[in-house]
T-cell receptor
Framework: AQSVTQLGSHVSVSEGALVLLRCNYS??????LFWYVQYPNQGLQLLLK??????LVKGINGFEAEFKKSETSFHLTKPSAHMSDAAEYFC????????????FGSGTRLLVRP | DTGVSQDPRHKITKRGQNVTFRCDPI?????LYWYRQTLGQGPEFLTY????????KSRLLSDRFSAERPKGSFSTLEIQRTEQGDSAMYLC???????????FGQGTRLTVV
């Protein structure tokens, strides 16, 4: 069965500092991987996705993630945090069956200090 | 087209009452998904449709839950005899069948008192 683990329910960074949000997955075959962002009382917005093309994926708002098969990881990074990045971030995995249903991690809340 | 629309945004109901939520997907999307998100957790898959056919249901979807997509356009999710444990955000997403990217609505927050 597939699963996603996000290390750290809360991450706090200073404005302008590097953002690193960790995600590890478990899957018997290379899955599709996603990062979503959720602002309070809102739905989820796709930041980026990995579907077996380039292992370094660039997304919106300056975020990027690198797929590392040997480490079963898909960590999200951004070189310089902005106050507007404060939100909940979810890593998700989708199998290569035809459903494309998503299995989410428990989320990481990013706090950005001025 | 303004994206996936869910109605209502908020619903407060008494335990034992029935509630129904509506989701309008992006117009050309033939896939529609329902997820449930409880406080402090990631969303959990409930069910999905391709056109009007319900292709998969999670074991989370008890007999009190039913979802329909009668004409392959909008969908409804009904919960009968609500329980306090049903309190959650219910999220709808849509996509094209051959595309991994799902677009989410803003959700319906259900509070059962």
């Amino acid at each position: 069965a597939q699963s996603v683990t996000q290390l750290g329910s809360h991450v706090s960074v200073s404005e302008g500092a590097l953002v690193l949000l960790r995600c590890n997955y478990s899957s018997s075959v290379p899955p599709y991987l996603f990062w979503y962002v959720q602002y309070p009382n809102q739905g989820l917005q796709l930041l980026l996705k990995y579907t077996s093309a380039a292992t370094l994926v660039k997304g919106i708002n300056g975020f990027e993630a690198e797929f590392k098969k040997s480490e079963t990881s898909f960590h999200l990074t951004k070189p310089s945090a902005h106050m507007s990045d404060a939100a909940e971030y979810f890593c998700a995995v989708s199998g290569r069956d035809s459903s494309y249903k998503l299995i989410f991690g428990s989320g990481t809340r990013l706090l950005v200090r001025p | 087209d303004t994206g996936v629309s869910q109605d209502p945004r908020h619903k407060i109901t008494k335990r034992g009452q029935n509630v129904t939520f509506r989701c309008d997907p992006i117009s050309e999307h033939n896939r529609l998904y329902w997820y449930r998100q409880t406080l402090g957790q990631g969303p959990e898959f409930l069910t999905y449709f391709q056109n009007e056919a319900q292709l998969e249901k999670s074991r989370l979807l008890s007999d009190r839950f039913s979802a329909e997509r009668p004409k392959g356009s909008f969908s409804t999710l009904e919960i009968q005899r609500t329980e306090q444990g049903d309190s959650a955000m219910y999220l709808c997403a849509s996509s094209l069948a051959d595309n991994t990217e799902a677009f989410f609505g803003q959700g319906t927050r259900l509070t059962v008192v």
